[in-house]
């Protein structure tokens, strides 16, 4: 699990990253999530592998919203967001 406490949340490989995967398939930053308003944004930052939100793949810097219990994939990676 993790917690969104922050508007920009980088989620990634590297150890700098908010949301760390240690996966070697996921990229070092690979996504980024902010908030507006009530609102959750995730847009894919340059991946390599790709990040999909409900089976669709994002494009660089395309923000998508987040709905409740929405699959996030970071490459092989499952997520829900809840």
């Known amino acids: 699990d993790q917690v969104i406490e922050k508007n920009n ?21 690979r996504a980024k999530i902010s908030k507006k308003g009530a609102v959750f944004f995730i847009e894919d930052v340059n991946s390599s592998n790709g990040t999909r939100v409900g089976g669709e793949l994002l494009n660089y810097k395309t923000g998508m919203s987040l709905q409740k219990n929405e699959v996030v994939m970071f490459a092989d990676e499952k997520f829900r967001f809840i």
């Open 9 to 29: 949340y980088l989620i990634g490989r590297s150890s700098e990253c908010d949301g760390r995967i240690p996966s070697a398939t996921v990229s070092r930053g």
